[in-house]
C-alpha cells in the first residue's frame, strides 16, 4: 500500500511486512504504546512511529495501513484442544454464536439433507442452552423430525448428549446396553434407550459415542485442521498450547500438524502435551515418551511442552456441575506419586486437570512429599488447570513449590450449573483468579474448547472482565474480575510464560516474534458487552500474514477448498458472528448525562477565558415567555 512519507529505497535491513497508523499496545512496558511496527525474517525489527520504520521500507516491503486500528500481541490460548479439534473441525455443525434453538435446529435440518449416507450430523461444544433464546436444549423428539434417516449427535456440555433414533441405532444402543461407569443411557417407560446420554458424573459416556461416528481420512485431516487454524487466526490466536485430552493419541493423532510442520503449512504456532491414554500403562507410555523426546524440542513453530493434562486416570475428576462432586478412588496416590517422581527426575513438566480442591489438595500432599528430595521446585514448568474451587491455602501451596495456573472460562457456559448446585458465594470465586494474580503465580488464561467452550478467545476475555456467562448472568463479582489490560497479558505474557518462551513472544518489542492482531473494535474502548464481539481484520505470525478481512481481504494465504463438500464448515463457516449490542437504555441515559456534563465544563471553560458570561446558562421556553 503506497503511504505518502513512507517511500521505499534500496536497503540492506528491509523489513518484510511494516504495520504503521495503529494504535499499537505493545504489552512492553518500557513503551507500552506505539505507532508502526517492522518485522524482518519473523522478527519485530523496529516498534515506534512513522519516522522509525521508514528506513526499513524496501522496494518489497508490504506495507499494511491499520486505519487508526487497535494491534495488540497475537493471543495465546493456554489451554485449547487445537490438534483433536482439527481433525474434526470440518465434520463439525457450530452452533457457537447461534441466538437461537430454532435457528440452530434450521441450520441442523439444512445440515441432515445434504449430509451423504454413513456419515453423522454432529454439533460437538461451543453452545449452551442459556445462550439461546429458548433457554433450552433441543428435544429427541425435534431431532428425528429435522433428520429422520441421518445420523445427529448433540453434545451439551460435560453433561449430556443428545441423539435421534438413527444415532441411535449407529452406536448400537439398544434395551441391553449396559450402562457404562459414571454414565447413564436414559431408557423410556419400555425399557429403550430414549437418546438421551447423561455424565453421571464421567463425559466418557459422550466422548466414546462421539468416536463411534465416521473420521477423516489423511488429507482431508490436513484440510480440516489448516481451515481450524485460518478460524482461530480470524480471532487474533497466533499461537496455542495443546492440552491433550482423550482419544488423542500419541503419535497416530498428532502426524497431521507434524507433517503441517514439515510443509511450513502452520499458521498457528502449536507446543503440545502428551496425555496416556490407556489406564493401567501411563507409567510405562510416559517412560516410553521420554526415551523419544524432551521437552522444547522442535522450534517455534510445534514444539512438546510436556505432560498432561491428565498423568494417571484414578487421579482426573471431573467438571459437569449438574452432578455432585465426583469421589476420587482411594489410593490414586501411589501411581500418581511415581508419574510425577518420573517427570521431575528426567525434566518433563506437566499440567494437571483438577476442577476442586480436594483433588488440588490430594496431588499437592504428593509435591511435597517430592520436595523433600529436592524436585520441587526444581525450573520443571508445571501448572494446574481449571482449578474452580482451590483454596487459599492450596494456592499458598503451589506458590512455594513454584507452580503455575491455567484458567478457563468454562462458567461461561456452565455458570448457571454451578451457581444452582454450589450457590452465588461460591461461584463468585470459582475461580479465585484475583488471589492467584496476587501471589505472584503466572496465570493463563484459555478457553479449553473445543468441545464445550468456544475457540473464540474474546467471549473468555468478556468472561475475565465482566464475570457474565453467555448467558448474561453475572456470577463473578468486580472483587474477582480483572481489568482489561491484565486480561490481555493473560492471553499473551502467560501464555508464553507456560512454555518457556517469554523472551521471544507475548510482547511486540525488537527482538521477539512478529505476532500480531489489528482488532475490528479498540479492545480498550468498547463497552463492556461488546468485547465478545471483538475479531481481528488482520492476523501476522511471524510476519506472514494469515488472516484478513475487511479492507485487507485477499492479503492472506491461500487455503484448498473445505473438502468434503457437504461439510457444514463449507455451507455455514465457523463461529456465527453476532452482532454488537448496542446501548441499552441506562447506557443511553448514562452517555446522555455525560454529554451534558461536557457541555457545562465546555461552558465554564469559555467563561474563564472570557468567551462567554461567567453566569450559569439558563433556560428559555418560549412556551413561557411573556
Known amino acids: 500500500m503506497p503511504v505518502g512519507g513512507l517511500v521505499p529505497s534500496a536497503t540492506d535491513n528491509a523489513a518484510d511486512l511494516v504495520v504503521r497508523n495503529a494504535k499499537i499496545h505493545t504489552g512492553d512496558p518500557v513503551r507500552p504504546q506505539a505507532e508502526a511496527i517492522a518485522v524482518r525474517d519473523g522478527v519485530i525489527t523496529v516498534v515506534g512511529d512513522d519516522r522509525d520504520v521508514a528506513p526499513h521500507v524496501g522496494p518489497a516491503t508490504r506495507v499494511v495501513d491499520a486505519l487508526g486500528r487497535r494491534v495488540v500481541p497475537g493471543l495465546n490460548d493456554s489451554h485449547l484442544h487445537v490438534i483433536r479439534g482439527g481433525?474434526?473441525?470440518?465434520?463439525?455443525?457450530?452452533?457457537?454464536?447461534?441466538?437461537?434453538?430454532?435457528?440452530?435446529?434450521?441450520m441442523l435440518r439444512e445440515q441432515a439433507a445434504r449430509t451423504p449416507k454413513g456419515q453423522w450430523v454432529r454439533v460437538v461444544g461451543g453452545w449452551s442452552a442459556e445462550q439461546f433464546a429458548e433457554r433450552r436444549l433441543p428435544t429427541v423428539a425435534e431431532l428425528n423430525a429435522a433428520a429422520p434417516d441421518t445420523p445427529v449427535f448433540v453434545l451439551h456440555l460435560y453433561q449430556s448428549a443428545v441423539l435421534n433414533r438413527a444415532a441411535l441405532k449407529a452406536s448400537g444402543y439398544t434395551r441391553d446396553t449396559p450402562d457404562p461407569k459414571g454414565g447413564q443411557i436414559v431408557r423410556?417407560?419400555?425399557?429403550?434407550?430414549?437418546?438421551?446420554?447423561?455424565?453421571?458424573?464421567?463425559?466418557?459416556?459422550?466422548?466414546?459415542?462421539?468416536?463411534?461416528?465416521?473420521?477423516?481420512?489423511?488429507?482431508?485431516?490436513?484440510?480440516?485442521?489448516?481451515?481450524?487454524?485460518?478460524?482461530?487466526?480470524?480471532?487474533?490466536?497466533?499461537?496455542?498450547?495443546?492440552?491433550?485430552?482423550?482419544?488423542?493419541?500419541?503419535?497416530?493423532?498428532?502426524?497431521?500438524?507434524?507433517?503441517?510442520?514439515?510443509?511450513?503449512q502452520l499458521s498457528l504456532r502449536i507446543a503440545y502435551h502428551l496425555f496416556p491414554q490407556t489406564a493401567g500403562q501411563e507409567i510405562d507410555d510416559l517412560a516410553r515418551w521420554i526415551e523419544m523426546a524432551r521437552p522444547e524440542d522442535g522450534d517455534e513453530w510445534l514444539r512438546l511442552n510436556g505432560a498432561g493434562e491428565n498423568l494417571t486416570w484414578a487421579a482426573a475428576d471431573f467438571e459437569n456441575f449438574a452432578q455432585p462432586r465426583p469421589e476420587l478412588a482411594p489410593g490414586y496416590e501411589a501411581e500418581f506419586e511415581k508419574a510425577v517422581r518420573?517427570?521431575?527426575?528426567?525434566?518433563?513438566?506437566?499440567?494437571?486437570?483438577?476442577?476442586?480442591?480436594?483433588?488440588?489438595?490430594?496431588?499437592?500432599?504428593?509435591?511435597?512429599?517430592?520436595?523433600?528430595?529436592?524436585?520441587?521446585?526444581?525450573?520443571?514448568?508445571?501448572?494446574?488447570?481449571?482449578?474452580?474451587?482451590?483454596?487459599?491455602?492450596?494456592?499458598?501451596?503451589?506458590?512455594?513449590?513454584?507452580?503455575?495456573?491455567?484458567?478457563?472460562?468454562?462458567?461461561?457456559?456452565?455458570?448457571?450449573?454451578?451457581?444452582?448446585?454450589?450457590?452465588?458465594?461460591?461461584?463468585?470465586d470459582a475461580p479465585p483468579i484475583r488471589a492467584m494474580l496476587e501471589r505472584g503465580l503466572t496465570v493463563g488464561a484459555g478457553t479449553d474448547a473445543t468441545r464445550v467452550s468456544t475457540y473464540n478467545p474474546w467471549v473468555a476475555l468478556h468472561w475475565l472482565v465482566t464475570g457474565r456467562t453467555v448467558g448474561d448472568l453475572v456470577v463473578r463479582p468486580p472483587h474477582n474480575r480483572v481489568d482489561r489490560r491484565t486480561a490481555l497479558s493473560m492471553f499473551t505474557e502467560a501464555g508464553a510464560a507456560l512454555t518457556g518462551e517469554e523472551g521471544v513472544k507475548g510482547v511486540l518489542r525488537p527482538g521477539c516474534l512478529g505476532d500480531l492482531a489489528v482488532l475490528s473494535e479498540d479492545y480498550f474502548a468498547v463497552p463492556e458487552p461488546d468485547i465478545a464481539h471483538i475479531e481481528s481484520l488482520l492476523t501476522v505470525?511471524?510476519?506472514?500474514?494469515?488472516?484478513?478481512?475487511?479492507?485487507?481481504?485477499?492479503?492472506?494465504?491461500?487455503?484448498?477448498?473445505?473438502?468434503?463438500e457437504w461439510s457444514p464448515v463449507a455451507h455455514f463457516g465457523g463461529y456465527r458472528a453476532t452482532p454488537r449490542i448496542g446501548p441499552s437504555g441506562a447506557r443511553q441515559a448514562e452517555l446522555l448525562g455525560q454529554a451534558v456534563a461536557e457541555s457545562e465544563q465546555h461552558r465554564q471553560w469559555r467563561a474563564r477565558r472570557g468567551l462567554a458570561p461567567d453566569t450559569e446558562s439558563t433556560v428559555f421556553d418560549p412556551c413561557f415567555s411573556l
Open 87 to 106: 481433525l474434526n473441525y470440518v465434520l463439525e455443525l457450530r452452533w457457537d454464536g447461534v441466538p437461537t434453538l430454532r435457528q440452530g435446529l434450521a
Open 188 to 264: 423410556g417407560r419400555d425399557g429403550e434407550p430414549t437418546g438421551m446420554l447423561l455424565a453421571a458424573p464421567s463425559a466418557l459416556i459422550l466422548y466414546s459415542t462421539l468416536a463411534k461416528a465416521p473420521v477423516l481420512d489423511g488429507e482431508d485431516k490436513k484440510t480440516s485442521t489448516r481451515h481450524f487454524l485460518r478460524e482461530l487466526n480470524r480471532f487474533g490466536l497466533t499461537s496455542a498450547i495443546d492440552a491433550a485430552g482423550g482419544f488423542q493419541n500419541f503419535p497416530d493423532n498428532y502426524s497431521t500438524v507434524v507433517e503441517l510442520a514439515r510443509a511450513g
Open 342 to 428: 518420573l517427570l521431575m527426575e528426567n525434566g518433563w513438566g506437566f499440567r494437571l486437570h483438577a476442577t476442586y480442591d480436594d483433588t488440588i489438595r490430594r496431588d499437592l500432599a504428593i509435591f511435597e512429599k517430592l520436595a523433600a528430595d529436592g524436585l520441587f521446585p526444581a525450573g520443571n514448568r508445571w501448572l494446574f488447570d481449571h482449578a474452580e474451587t482451590v483454596s487459599a491455602d492450596s494456592l499458598d501451596r503451589i506458590a512455594a513449590l513454584g507452580g503455575a495456573m491455567s484458567v478457563q472460562n468454562r462458567l461461561s457456559f456452565q455458570g448457571e450449573a454451578f451457581v444452582r448446585r454450589y450457590g452465588t458465594g461460591a461461584a463468585a
Open 541 to 564: 505470525v511471524g510476519g506472514r500474514i494469515v488472516y484478513a478481512a475487511a479492507e485487507y481481504e485477499g492479503l492472506d494465504e491461500e487455503l484448498p477448498p473445505v473438502s468434503p
